[in-house]
């Protein structure tokens, strides 16, 4: 969740590089309190190649299917040869996911369940919540409370050793699981 301005000045390290620019957009739905998606194809204009990547296995919940989708815009005419070998790969790798053709139409189509599940009382930011929680029992580890569904920790000090971690609590829990 880059916010707009960054996401321009990547754009016009792009522009500027002549770089095509990959954008993974599967989380765009699962935002948390006040964050905005901005899709970033709505920035790069007309000259600057943008490959923006979706699915249905996050926001949808639809892992299993393997349904996925890939838009191209800007200057295709400029990148017809790197166009036509992903077409290529495309054509030679890839194949219907019959199943998956059908949970498209219903998925995009029907109830978004996905707001149920991130608002207050929902399940994935009941997750969020406890693993933020979490990460922050840990000694020396600091993170922030993510607006969207990834979550890393954003600083871990000297103190914070391996064996150290193992024998804090969210650690020792999962220490202690069999999966």
Known sequence: MYPEHILTGMINLARKHNLVVFSDEIYEKILYEDAIHINTASLTGEDVLCMTFSGLSKAYRICGFRSGWLAISGPKAAAADYLEGINLLANMRLCANVPGQHAIQTALGGHQSINDLI?????????????????????????????????????????????????????????????
């Open 119 to 179: 608002l207050p009382g929902g399940r994935l930011l009941e997750q969020r919540d406890l693993a933020y929680r979490m990460l922050n029992d840990i000694p020396g580890s600091r993170s922030t409370r993510p607006r969207v569904r990834c979550m890393c920790s954003r600083s871990l000090t000297r103190r914070c050793t391996p064996s150290r971690m193992m024998r804090s609590s969210p650690w020792s829990f999962w220490n202690r699981r069999r999966f």
